[in-house]
């Protein structure tokens, strides 16, 4: 199915664990962003990708990192989860045509 | 990136039309108006954008006024499953270079049976 996916939906981990979230789409779009969303805070930009390799930090990046071998793919990792990661993660492309981004279902992560 | 306000919370009865208020009073002659909507739980959907003349697709409708200083989303019909929070950016359009979406708070839109 065309669209863009994010998985799992779902994560409960513990404090310090890696985590790796998961993100594709399926129209080639070649900017893709990674947001999380919090009560009070909105919607924050963590990183976002212009093409495959080029990946930008956004406003909120310490304590992730991103990688893009493949136009559809970017994933997320928390490299030593904490606390304060607990949110709902989403990924995003973009399509000039029209000029928007496209949202995923979001993955809601519990770091305990 | 101009900087909007929205009211917090407005209600609206099932079948009637929805109008969303949004205040871009310092908004420059470059910068476009989009219209988000989060459902909850769910990722934000595009709903539309414009410029400066009043623009129309098959979810809604959006009127700028002539001056450019505030906007409102219509909902022509609004049901149940339009409940959801709108949000409202004032941001230059792309061109080449994709840029993040500022998302503020939004206005919380229950549409009551």
């Known amino acids: 199915d065309a669209g863009i996916t994010q998985s799992p939906r779902y994560k409960i981990t513990e404090t310090g664990r890696q985590v790796t979230l998961m993100c594709h789409q399926t129209?080639?779009?070649?900017?893709m962003f990674w947001y999380r969303q919090d009560l009070g805070h909105g919607l924050r930009l963590i990183y976002y990708s212009a093409a495959a390799d080029i990946t930008d930090k956004g406003e909120v990046p310490d304590g992730y990192v991103v990688s893009r071998s493949k136009t559809e793919n970017f994933p997320l990792t928390l490299e030593s989860a904490t606390r304060s990661q607990t949110s709902v993660y989403f990924c995003?492309?973009?399509?000039?045509?029209?000029?928007?981004?496209?949202f995923g279902p979001g993955t809601r992560l519990t770091v305990l | 990136d101009a900087k909007t306000t929205q009211p917090t919370s407005m209600d609206c009865a099932e079948g009637r039309a929805a109008n969303l208020p949004c205040n871009h009073s310092?908004?420059?002659?470059?910068?476009?108006v989009y219209w988000y909507r989060q459902i909850h739980s769910q990722g934000p959907q595009y709903i539309i954008h414009g410029l400066k003349n009043n623009e129309t697709n098959e979810m809604a409708s959006l009127i700028i006024t002539e001056d450019r200083k505030s906007s409102t989303l219509i909902l022509p019909h609004a049901t149940l499953r339009d409940t959801a929070v709108y949000y409202c950016i004032v941001r230059v359009r792309t061109s080449g270079s994709a840029r993040q979406l500022t998302f503020g708070s939004g206005t919380q839109l229950t549409v009551l049976p």
């Open positions: 310092t908004i420059s002659g470059n910068e476009y």
């Open positions: 129209w080639s779009h070649s900017y």
């Open positions: 995003a492309s973009f399509s000039g045509t029209p000029d928007t981004q496209y």
